[in-house]
């Protein structure tokens, strides 16, 4: 029997579309035209002569409109989430999303009837997302990450920790070791099945190996006359 996996997953464009929902809010608002493959997060960055003002109105707007609340779950992902759960596997949110969000992420989660197969939801507060999920992978001992964006994959990875990286337009380029670009879902199921057998076959080799040490404990005992019936002395 294979063995379960403690796996951290990322919500935004691994569970739900997010990003391209969030360059179209902003089309909208700035009129500025951003490439999905030159998209990220921190998109003001590229624009500082947004006044800062516009720039929390928009955000205010997005707060306003439910938008981390409303982003469209992907289908396969609620049914590769329930497979993994009835596989066993221990299952943790770790999303770049702030503390504050929270309730959005629960209620999301909570509407796509999964929310209870995730044993916590953790959020970033205020960290870096390159700082954050290393250090939450880290701390809660977690065997895999799930994950959309390279420099938080390739940070992970240096835990060292695996990472399986979805394949989006805006994370395409070489990867360092231990990072795996999936295209689905479906990759996702079987790496991790995958991954849990090799578990499981290195679990059965060491508990075989100190099977034979307790053995040959044993024998080395009764050699030097520990094992000796007592009656018969």
Not at 40 to 48: D, G, Q, S, V
Not at 64 to 90: I, K, N, Q
Not at 152 to 164: H, Q, Y
Request: aromatic share 8%; with cysteine.
């Amino acid at each position: 029997m294979s063995v379960t996996l403690r796996i951290g997953v990322d919500v935004d464009d691994v569970l739900t579309e997010s990003l391209p929902g969030y360059l179209e809010a902003f089309r909208r608002y700035f009129s500025h035209e951003v490439k999905v493959e030159d998209a990220a997060w921190e998109i003001f960055r590229r624009y500082p002569e947004i006044p800062d003002a516009q720039m929390w109105a928009f955000f205010a707007e997005l707060e306003a409109t439910d938008f981390l609340g409303t982003r469209p779950v992907y289908p396969a992902a609620v049914d590769a989430v329930r497979a993994l759960a009835m596989d066993g596997h221990r299952l943790v949110v770790v999303t770049g999303r702030l503390l504050i969000h929270r309730d959005h992420t629960r209620r999301l989660l909570d509407k796509a009837g999964i929310v209870d197969l995730f044993e916590d939801l953790v959020h970033r507060d205020g960290e870096a997302a390159a700082e954050f999920k290393p250090r939450v992978v880290r701390e809660r001992r977690l065997d895999l990450l799930i994950e959309d964006e390279l420099h938080v994959a390739a940070a992970t990875a240096g835990v060292p920790a695996p990472v399986l990286l979805f394949d989006r337009p805006w994370n395409r380029g070489e990867l360092p070791p231990g990072i795996t670009r999936v295209q689905n879902w479906d990759d996702i199921l079987r790496l991790v099945k995958a991954m849990a057998a090799v578990r499981s076959a290195d679990q059965k080799t060491t508990d075989g190996a100190d099977s034979c040490a307790r053995e040959e404990d044993s024998l080395n005992r009764r050699d030097q006359g520990y094992g000796k019936d007592p009656a018969g002395a």
